[in-house]
């Protein structure tokens, strides 16, 4: 696991774990690493130590697993095992031997904080290597030093982006900053470099370490931070500023960035010692908290399940999807082309005619040629990229197709026309897609040869980058059919959630319960501003009012339209009054710079049309924040939690992703049907009753 | 209960609070020294009868450190039997003061007093104290703190004050300044500032500039716009969802100028001015101070001036004349709106946005410049505020004799 050797009375730690596909900072490890290093530390013959790998990372960070598991024992134990890493790696700092980490690959988290405590930094220019404290992005903080090592390195505000942040940065740009102290050229001139400094650097201090009487090494009580200490007048507003960016971000809903300005804020101005159990302190708190758990529970080991392909039937041989037909060039059509050229796949992209259609690949021109332009791809990638989609007027070309994708306009005519076309291009065995957002599966396979063939893939909207697509399942689709979607979607590395055809599917009759609970209020007279405003402030993108122009009001009428005459919605649904009465006045939404916000020419922002204020007076008595916030919050819970007990999603895991990734549901939540067991199964249930009694029937929980 | 009366007032002029300032080259204890020294010749007074001097300071670090109050009674030669205390309660350390002084007269536990405050800001920085309100992430997320200047956009915002309001208000105060100036209105209070050879530094206050109109304010920029933009307005607007957004109008030149300047009044009990021979000037009839909402901030003055007067069984209609801190123009226009006061009985002199806010001191300062107005006109009762940082507010109401 960590290979010990020893060369010129040095020794050398080399991490190389087998067990796991990367080196990792978990049960196995940290003790082996704590017998390695204290076996140096006990050698008098090993006059210095060097820490390295022998694979392509150094240490890629702690194991979340091992994190997930301490997350429900005591916080005091958590605090014992979190105390344990401090001081392994603070003995490095105080053995009295000079430690030198010979990063030879991505440096992350606690592998980062492994470097941090060694008395020097040497990286490898590795072209693939990352270095960084990424932990924030999990909703967690650098728990082994990194809060307080980083900030005393290279000072307070320049250690702001990579604690707050997780910025990542390369040995080249981590040495700028003064992270790393020296590159290498290659793994013998990093090892030689590191002998070397250690050779010259017999007995080496941390800048923030001094020797006390007894010759000990210790913490300086008053080590002087470069760029100024917490209370210094340069420093000290930087603390007000990081909070309020932070509150601007985050809302509050996310406690990882605060709790690490707090550790900065109050570690740094005490010795080192003391500092690291301030650290630990914060970690247990924000490690244990709910937000931690949704963000490692769902979007971090729950998406890597679910593009594995948790919800793919099983015992169905996997498909290689190598050509792909796509009718219709418009917006959702040009996307599906680029993703789909993008991982490999020969795409056939069909229109009226070979102008429109080209027109359509010309978006994925524009996206690679920016690509070009931002250094992420060279031109002859984006060629061949380009190259793989074929732009036609002609069904014949669709021949073969293992996969065909209709985009056309939501009109059920035009899309079994362009079905009964298309579907018999396909190669045998080939499945037919409609990309619907609302038209039930079931009722569009009727124009279908095979019905069992044919599927909804649910695209979102910008297709390149957003991560989800929605499948749906018809009456008769079969799992061989949702198996060959499933291996198309994994092929272009988006995340697949399976639901079953009914009104809205699941991602757009859970989203609507969101944009109908904000126009509800404004029927009810609440202050439209307070509603947007809550809507952000719950952890939603856009406010509902805001995000309903996005949409455009004349789509919510018509499908609002089609949910009465479907007997989904009641003849006198709030959504389909309020969006008819704004069509009416030709106020469209965004597309018609004109909805429920007014649209000046830029640089003006737009803002809530004062017309509202006629149209839904204001109401005498205005509703909390908090208040408004719950039902907009809690109708989407409650609508994910009745489309789970109608079968309409089948696994709690794709209720929980579909609803982050496809409509922005607020991660810190764990997802809509999470956030019932965030805020506490009863204590949920007895909210939802509450809000049902005020507000109607469509908060009464499942 | 014992009553409390003011027997004198003095204060040194106000200097610009920057390193051209000219009082920048005076030391905070000496501005302070001049203030007890010349309430002692004034009065001629036996200075082993004050019981203790308390003075306000908000930065009270570095050489505002360490009691800069008991420094000075030793430094301007008073007995030193005198105790000395330095107190802070922010923008309002001054007035707080004079209000402590009182009370202990009132309590009938001391007798003679000198309460008033002094700030070098040219100096000692504003926030040189740092403060864990200021500077600590989970107390200024959770409770959403932001600078003074957010708060007063964010009140004149949610007020719909506009700039031009604003400006308006700003020049008035310069042009009301000048003519006190012009007709000597502060010349019982001011004594002038002497350098250690005595050549006079400065004998009025440096900040009053005659040029000022709205036109010129117009073309300032504002000041806290950017700084708001970077974060602190959404932190602030976290308690105030209805409003969109915050709308920056304060700048340099319609909120209070940084200065450097100590003043001092001697409270004492009637027996003592009797004993003493001295003349009372006013009673002290009541105070009040109170905490409000922190991220607005400084819409204290409010609730505080009506604690004082409802305690005090009064009225706004009571009091002839008012003085409330200019810390940001719409303060006052706040002040006003929200309690009903007539413009014309309020900072009739100008205030803080044309004389300067020296922080620890001004409070006392806006009570002797309603002391000496009331003395002026012969009008009888008069009210003091401020708005204070953590969001709170202070008054006093005082009785001309």
New interface residues.
Partial sequence: MIHYRIQDQIAILSWNMTSQPMNVLNDESIPAFREALQKAFDDPGVTGIIVTSERNEFVAGADLKMILRLNDKPAADMFAFSMDLQRLFRSIETSGKPTVAAINGTALGGGLEITLACHRRIALRNPKAQLGLPEVTLGLLPGAGGTQRLPRLIGIAAAAPYLLEGKRLSPEEAHAAGIVDELADSPEDLLAKAIAWIKANPAPLQPWDERNKKGAIVGKDHYSVPGGGVQSPKTAPLFMGGAAQVMQKTHGNYPAPLAILSCVYEGLSINIDRALAVESRHFVKVAQSAVAKNLIGTLFFGQNEANKGASRPTGIPVTDIRKVGILGAGMMGSGIAYVSALAGIQVVLKDVSAEVAEKGKAYSAGLLEKAIQRGKSTREKADATLSLIHATGNYDDLKDCDLIIEAVFENRELKAEVTRAAEPLLRDGGVFSSNTSTLPITGLAEAAVHPDRFIGLHFFSPVDKMQLVEIILGKQTSDTALALAMDYVRKIRKTPIVVNDSWGFYTSRCFCSYTDEGIRLLREGVDPQLIEKAGVLAGMPVGPLAVSDEVALDLIYKIAGQGIKDGALAPDDASFDTASRMVSDGRLGKKAKAGFYEYPEAPAKKYLWPGLADLYPLAAEQPSLEEVKKRLLYRQSLEAQHCFHEGVIRTKLDADLGSILAWGFPAYLGGALSMKDTVGEEAFRAEAIRLAEAYGERFRPV | MAEAFLYDAVRTPRGRGKSDGALYDQQPVRLLTSVLKALRERNALDTSLVDDVVMGCVAPVGEQGADIARTAVLTAGYDPQVAGVQLNRFCSSGLEAVNTAAARVMAGQEDLLIAGGVESMSRV?M??D?GAL?????I??RH????QGISADLIATKWGYSREQLDRFAADSHRKAAIAWQEGRFGRSVIPALDEIGQVLLDRDEGIRTDTTEASLARLNPAFEA?GQ???D??A??NY????AIRHVHHAGNSSQITDGAAGILIGSKAIGEKLGLKPRARIRGYAVCGSEPTIMLTGPVPATRKALSRNGMSVADIDLFEINEAFAAIPLLFMEELGIDPAKVNVNGGAIALGHPLGATGAILLMTLLDELERTGKGTGLASLCIGGGMGIATIIERL
């Fill in positions: 920085p926030g040189s740092g200021f500077t600590n992430p989970e200024i997320s959403r703190i932001v600078p700084i970077a974060g602190l959404a932190l607007l976290l969802p209805a409003l969109p």
